[in-house]
């Protein structure tokens, strides 16, 4: 997919619009299950909540993949989506007991991750395995709002609470299959992950009959030229041989399974906007485009940097600008960019835009969300509408704000 196939898409679905590359998604899919092809049992879990379009779904499903879900509609959605309930893991955080036994009765892998859940639904439904949640107390990465593995964290049963776990698993004898940790969403250094392996293998010899450990996500992919990023390889050299050497001292052969969402889809995913208005202040120059944190908030909510090209004008001069949105509050998609000549109608096109982008877009200042657009085998397509404003109007109820005045009565003793 080059700039041509690009403004293509921009001019036949307007703007603002995600396009996400299918090549890429099964590159990244390939580089994964190759870095890990000396273990016999992989399973890749795609995380669903990073970019949930049914039309991914099925790609995903087409290379093998299985789902990762975090709540009962990721579920349906997997279901929906030609899944079978068998290859769909269900990772929660904070529901209910009621949406857990939902999730359950679907047939999906179950995985919790605190001691009341575990103990309520481990003596209702004994025969229904499941999975724990571990929290290694691991730091696998650098950013303090997206690692989940330290003290105060919210996720996971603590490592230092397995007496208690183990204690509700013989007096409800409910099975645990799987041992799970999710320490981070930025997996930079391969020996801290490695460490925290070796607390999960520790975990798991507690456990008699597992059929899977579970290491999460985390993967960094570069969002600049020169980024760090994951070791995928040496990750997948080293943990292989550690997980078969496990393996044998445990007595059966387990199955290694990943959840990657961004690491599949980030950097496969293209964001296209149109510059509104070029504004020149005392102090930049800005450029205004039809879209803003209501489509694309991780620059605001993560401070994440997307890098941003005007695929309209490649060739024009370099200049310093700043990006921003159309939202009435301070909305920043970049600082001091370097962008070739930002011209009023031009397409700038946002890189890293498959990830954690259109499923967290809102309806924020009654703006519809965008379209996305799948590149598949060399041609475009459209995998999700542009909403509408009967999309704006959906679900809300008109009251008949008069008549309800005149029908309120005025208590006596008021
Ligand atoms: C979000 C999430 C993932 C995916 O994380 P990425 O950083 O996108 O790879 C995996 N597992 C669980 C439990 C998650 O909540």
């Not at 919210?154 to 940790?181: A, C, D, W, Y």
């Not at 509050?329 to 890189?351: H, P, Q």
């Not at 877009?361 to 404003?389: C, D, G, M, Q």
Request: glycine share 6%; charged share 20%; aromatic share 10%.
């Amino acid at each position: 997919m080059n700039r041509t196939d690009l403004l293509q898409i921009a001019q036949t679905y307007g703007n603002p619009t995600y396009v996400y590359d299918a090549h890429k998604i099964t590159s990244q899919y390939e580089r994964l299950t190759n870095a890990f092809k000396n273990v016999s049992n992989l399973k890749l879990h795609y995380a669903v909540k990073a970019l949930s379009n049914v039309s991914i779904l099925k790609l995903m499903k087409s290379l093998g993949a299985g789902l990762d879900t975090v709540s009962i509609q990721e579920v349906q959605l997997g279901l929906a989506a030609g899944f079978s309930a068998e290859d769909i893991m269900y990772t929660p955080n904070g529901v209910s007991l009621r949406e857990i036994e939902h999730a359950a009765q679907l047939g999906v892998k179950i995985n919790i991750d605190n001691l009341s859940i575990l103990e309520q639904f481990g003596s209702k439904h004994p025969e229904v395995p499941v999975c724990i949640r571990i929290n290694p107390h691991v730091m696998a990465g650098g950013n303090h709002n997206i690692s989940v593995g330290h003290i105060d964290s919210k996720f996971g049963i603590s490592i230092h609470q397995i007496p208690h776990v183990l204690r509700i698993v013989e007096l409800t004898g409910m099975h645990i299959n799987g041992i799970h940790m999710h320490t981070g969403s930025d997996i930079l250094d391969i020996d801290v992950f490695l460490y925290a392996s070796e607390i999960l293998f520790n975990t798991a010899n507690n456990f008699k009959n597992l059929d899977f450990i579970d290491f999460g996500s985390g993967f960094k992919v570069p969002y600049k030229k020169d980024d760090i990023q994951t070791n995928i390889e040496e990750l997948g050299e080293k943990l292989s041989t550690r997980f078969n050497e496990f393996c044998k001292n445990y007595g059966k052969e387990l199955s290694l399974n990943f959840e990657p969402g961004k690491f599949l889809v980030s950097e496969a995913g293209y964001f296209l906007a149109e510059v509104n208005v070029v504004k020149q202040t005392t102090s930049t120059v800005f450029a205004g485009i039809d879209s803003g944190f209501n489509h694309l908030i991780r620059p605001m909510l993560y401070n994440s940097y997307h890098h941003i090209e005007n695929i309209s004008n490649p060739e024009g001069r370099e200049r310093y600008y700043s990006v921003v949105g159309y939202i009435c509050e301070t909305d920043t998609f970049g600082n001091n960019r370097r962008i070739s000549e930002i011209r009023e109608g031009d397409i700038l096109k946002f890189n890293n835009a498959g990830a954690y982008c259109f499923s967290m877009a809102s309806n924020y200042n009654s703006r519809y969300r965008p379209a996305e657009v799948l590149w598949y085998e060399n041609e475009a397509h459209l995998i999700r509408k542009r909403e509408t404003f009967d999309d704006i109007l959906r679900n809300q109820v008109e009251v008949n704000l008069a008549t309800t005045k005149k029908e309120k009565k005025i208590p006596k003793n008021a």
